[in-house]
Structures are given as structure tokens and as C-alpha cells.
């Protein structure tokens, strides 16, 4: 949900919409630029979520975030920034923040996953108490980023040994990763293998997307529900795992002209859950 003009905005936003659950980016997505949050803006934010009915909100950190940098500054900025999100979402009194780990730059997986998770955990050190947990999100699989595979993500999350580290799935990046979720077959052995390298104990949050992509293409570019390789049948399939529906669902789905999910998308998904 936009949040343009303060983050309660995001509330209204999302109730034209028909939403039960919110994303947002607090601060521009390419920009280390901290949230000026004034204590109005919170108060007015908190009693707008305590009217709505809305069941969940969860903030997406920066896209600029590298935690397998070689280069000290942006490390040091990566974890700052997620330090940062993560007492937003203290104050807001949201369910999480999802992040991207960041990038190997073609050193491999295995060089960097020490600091990747050391970084974690000094996160969460540096983090005020709360609900909010950090969620690793699975990437597409391209130049070189970590977390490609469910068992990198898997190691990502044992390495940083902590309750408040959960993983958020993407389906158009599972998809873009090799893992066919468009008929029973496939997603059985793909939530089988999430079962088995992560645990389903660690999701956190589901992006629910369908790919303008091919499978196995590692590239990340969303499609509508219904209009992408996945389709409608792949949807209806993994809603219809009872251990995919006990956490809530995000569409980050380009929507009509490009301007985010609509009513029409949150509707499609809902019916394909048999809501």
C-alpha cells in the first residue's frame, strides 16, 4: 500500500481495496533516507489500524540492502537501515519487516553466509523489543543474490539462531528459482522441500505474485494473479495447503496500469482461497 501524504494513509489505501492485511514502504525504496515519524503522525496511524479491522502490517525494507557486501560502508548502512525498520515497526506495533539479503557479487554463497547472519543478529541486538520479527525473503536467483534456493534461505535462518528471524516467500521468485508451483504435482514437492529444509514454523508472510517470467528465468518481474506463467490453478493449489493459509498473504502484483493491487486482485486471490 502507498503511503503518501504520512503512513496512515496506507489504512484508507487499503480499505479501498478490501484488504485484511498491509505491506508498505515507510520510506522510498531506493533511498537510506530514515522515517521522520512525529508523534501525532504515530497516534493518528494507530488509531486509524485500531478502527479499520485490518489483521496485519508488515514494512519492506530498502532494496539497497547488502548484507554480503565486501564493502564495509554498505554493510554498515545495510544494518543500520534494517536496525531502523525494525523500531518502526516497534512503533507502529507492526508483524515484521521483510528484507532482501543482498548479493554475493560472484563470490559464492558459502564465503559470505558467516557475515550475512552475523549481520542478521547484530540486527535483532540492536533491535527494541516488540513482535515484530525479520523476515528473509527468498530472491529470483539473479547476479549472484543470496537466498536463492530454499536451502540457502534455510541456512541463512540456522545461521542466525534467533526466534525473531522468520522467512517471507515469494512465489514469482520461487518460480523465477526453478520451484513449479502451476500444478499438484509441483507444489507438493516444492512445499515438501519448504517443509523439510525450512520448516513451515518459519514463515512468516507469503508475497503472493504471479511471473511475467518463465520458470527458471531468475529474473524478478511480477505479474498479475491469473496473468503470469503461474495462473489461477497454481494459486488455488497452494491456498489450498492448509500450512500456506495459517499466515496472511501480500499481493505485490503490478495491478492495472502499473499502479499496485486493486480491489480486483485482493477479490481474485480471496475467491481462489474459496473465500
Known amino acids: 500500500m502507498a503511503a503518501r501524504g504520512g503512513i496512515h494513509t496506507a489504512v484508507d489505501n487499503a480499505l479501498a481495496i478490501g484488504a485484511e492485511v498491509i505491506q508498505t514502504h515507510p520510506t522510498p525504496a531506493q533511498m537510506w533516507r530514515p522515517l521522520r515519524?512525529?508523534?501525532?503522525?504515530?497516534?493518528?496511524?494507530?488509531?486509524?489500524?485500531?478502527?479499520?479491522?485490518?489483521?496485519?502490517?508488515?514494512?519492506?525494507?530498502?532494496?539497497?540492502?547488502?548484507?554480503?557486501?565486501?564493502?564495509?560502508?554498505?554493510?554498515?548502512?545495510?544494518?543500520?537501515?534494517?536496525?531502523?525498520?525494525?523500531?518502526?515497526?516497534?512503533s507502529l506495533d507492526a508483524d515484521g519487516v521483510v528484507f532482501h539479503p543482498g548479493s554475493h557479487l560472484g563470490a559464492g554463497f558459502d564465503s559470505v553466509l558467516a557475515q550475512v547472519a552475523a549481520a542478521i543478529r547484530e540486527v535483532i541486538d540492536r533491535s527494541p523489543p516488540g513482535r515484530a520479527r525479520l523476515l528473509v525473503e527468498n530472491s529470483a536467483g539473479s547476479g549472484g543474490c543470496v537466498g536463492r534456493s530454499f536451502e540457502e534461505v534455510a541456512r541463512?535462518?540456522?545461521?542466525?539462531?534467533?526466534d525473531r528471524v522468520g522467512v517471507c516467500l515469494d512465489t514469482q521468485h520461487a518460480f523465477a528459482s526453478g520451484y513449479d508451483v502451476r500444478d499438484p504435482s509441483g507444489v507438493a514437492r516444492t512445499l515438501d522441500d519448504f517443509s523439510r529444509l525450512i520448516g513451515f514454523q518459519r514463515l512468516g508472510l507469503v508475497h503472493a505474485n504471479d511471473s511475467a517470467r518463465a520458470l527458471g528465468s531468475n529474473a524478478d518481474r511480477h505479474a498479475n494473479i491469473g496473468e503470469g506463467e503461474i495462473g489461477e490453478d497454481g494459486f488455488r493449489i497452494l491456498l489450498g495447503d492448509p500450512r500456506m493459509r495459517r499466515v496472511p498473504w501480500v499481493l505485490e502484483v503490478p495491478g492495472p496500469e502499473r499502479k499496485g493491487p486493486d480491489r480486483e486482485q485482493v477479490s481474485l486471490l480471496r475467491r481462489l482461497a474459496g473465500a
Open 37 to 90: 515519524l512525529e508523534d501525532a503522525e504515530r497516534e493518528l496511524y494507530l488509531a486509524k489500524y485500531a478502527a479499520s479491522g485490518l489483521r496485519g502490517h508488515y514494512l519492506h525494507a530498502v532494496y539497497l540492502i547488502n548484507l554480503a557486501s565486501p564493502k564495509e560502508a554498505l554493510l554498515h548502512s545495510s544494518v543500520t537501515s534494517l536496525v531502523h525498520y525494525m523500531e518502526v515497526a516497534a
Open 156 to 162: 541463512i535462518v540456522e545461521a542466525a539462531a534467533s
